[in-house]
T-cell receptor
Framework: EDQVTQSPEALRLQEGESSSLNCSYT??????LFWYRQDPGKGPEFLFT???AGEEKEKERLKATLTKKESFLHITAPKPEDSATYLC?????????FGTGTSLTVIP | SAVISQKPSRDICQRGTSLTIQCQVD?????MFWYRQQPGQSLTLIAT?????????ESGFVIDKFPISRPNLTFSTLTVSNLSPEDSSIYLC????????????FGSGTRLTVV
């Protein structure tokens, strides 16, 4: 069964404390893995697309990496404005599967 | 990237009534997707709306409860009918976006509370 799992469910960091969010997937075929940021009550906002193992993408304090089984979203020296839920999703070509998200809180 | 205007952003509705949500895209798209996000949950696909044909509903979702219109390639509506408190959720429309490498661009969401 195709599945996308994110961990941890929630993460609290001190401002400046770097960490990583995990997205593991078991799907029959990967056409793309996507990371989104979602603020409370809003729609998900696109961050990155990754296609193949070894690929990396960066944007400001965020860096996404991909292996054959999982993806990591690394957050370097986070700021309070990085607080949000981070969702990953996998496109198999037939379906789009979402994880349940990691709720990140960055404390000043 | 595509830009989607979704209305309303939030509403509080009485039990038994209906709410219609509108999504306008700034470009022509073949398919539009409607999602539900219940509190603390991830996104669940309700249906795929194709212009000129009936929407395709996912298991557990039926047309009588969630009628969808798709009159042209830039617009769609989702109606949530006969509301109950269990329908309280965020509803999202989305489109596949070539600029994202065929990820999805989402509308800003509609937060529905049923009382």
């Amino acid at each position: 069964e195709d599945q996308v799992t994110q961990s941890p469910e929630a993460l609290r960091l001190q401002e400046g404390e770097s960490s990583s969010l995990n997205c593991s997937y078991t799907v029959s075929g990967l056409r793309g893995l996507f990371w989104y940021r979602q603020d409370p009550g809003k729609g998900p906002e696109f961050l990155f697309t990754l296609y193949s193992a070894g690929e990396e993408k960066e944007k400001e304090r965020l860096k996404a990496t991909l292996t054959k089984k999982e993806s990591f979203l690394h957050i370097t020296a986070p700021k309070p404005e990085d607080s949000a839920t981070y969702l990953c999703a996998v496109n198999t070509g037939n379906q789009f599967y979402f994880g349940t998200g990691t709720s990140l809180t960055v404390i000043p | 990237s595509a830009v989607i205007s979704q209305k309303p952003s939030r509403d509080i509705c009485q039990r038994g009534t209906s709410l219609t949500i509108q999504c306008q895209v700034d470009s022509q798209v073949t398919m539009m997707f409607w999602y539900r996000q219940q509190p603390g949950q991830s996104l669940t696909l309700i249906a795929t709306a194709n212009q000129g044909s009936e929407a395709t509903y996912e298991s557990g979702f039926v047309i009588d409860k969630f009628p969808i219109s798709r009159p042209n390639l830039t617009f769609s509506t989702l109606t949530v009918s006969n509301l109950s408190p269990e329908d309280s959720s965020i509803y999202l429309c989305s489109v596949e976006d070539q600029a994202q490498g065929y990820g999805y661009t989402f509308g800003s969401g509609t937060r529905l509370t049923v009382v």
